[in-house]
């Protein structure tokens, strides 16, 4: 049986148009000081340095209007992005984003199609669920690096860089701040 979802209310969609543009990128700053985003860099450039996978991090505030107008899921923005960040052009097909999106506190994974089929989904939703908790005890920082840290386990134990292979870095370290 087909279940039917309820269009959102124009009051809904007001309220929730005025959620994100009253986010800024000074919420992220808040969150994520610029000492922590560098310290956020080093680890993805640290754990890379084990595989051959490629962890991207992207901290948006708030979505654009397009999405906001048509009600759009925080996943479809993750989705978007892990194309427009190119997370999906790694030789290997194992780029993992991490989007967070403040004004909705939403968390997505988005995991290319390398890792994603040796990865159950219920270990995506575990990390992001991780993630979620620290997020609402204020420890943005430590969520993410505990993701890192589970990210760089599932990629070396897949993808491990052999003896000799030394690390090609294929996309940029540093968190993207929307």
Not at 141 to 166: C, I, K, R, W, Y
């Amino acid at each position: 049986m087909a279940t039917a979802t309820a269009e959102p209310t124009l009051l809904s969609k007001l309220g929730r148009i005025w959620r994100h543009r009253w986010a800024d990128e000074a919420a992220v700053r808040r969150v994520l000081p610029a000492d922590a985003m560098q310290r956020l860099a080093a680890r993805v450039a640290a754990s890379e340095r084990r595989h051959s996978g490629e962890i991207r991090i992207c901290v948006e505030a708030g979505l654009p209007m397009s999405y906001l107008w048509r009600h759009a899921p925080a996943r479809e923005r993750a989705v978007t992005l892990f194309g427009k960040l190119r997370v999906w052009d790694t030789e290997h097909n194992n780029g993992v984003l991490i989007y967070l999106l403040l004004a909705e506190h939403a968390i997505e994974i988005v995991a290319d199609r390398g890792i994603d089929s040796r990865v159950d989904d219920a270990e995506w939703a575990a990390m992001a669920q991780r993630m979620g908790a620290a997020f609402r005890e204020g420890r943005f920082e430590d969520g993410l690096t505990q993701a890192l840290e589970e990210m760089s386990a599932l990629l070396v134990a897949h993808f491990p860089l052999a003896e000799d292979e030394a690390d090609t870095n294929e996309l940029p370290d540093e968190p993207v701040v929307l």
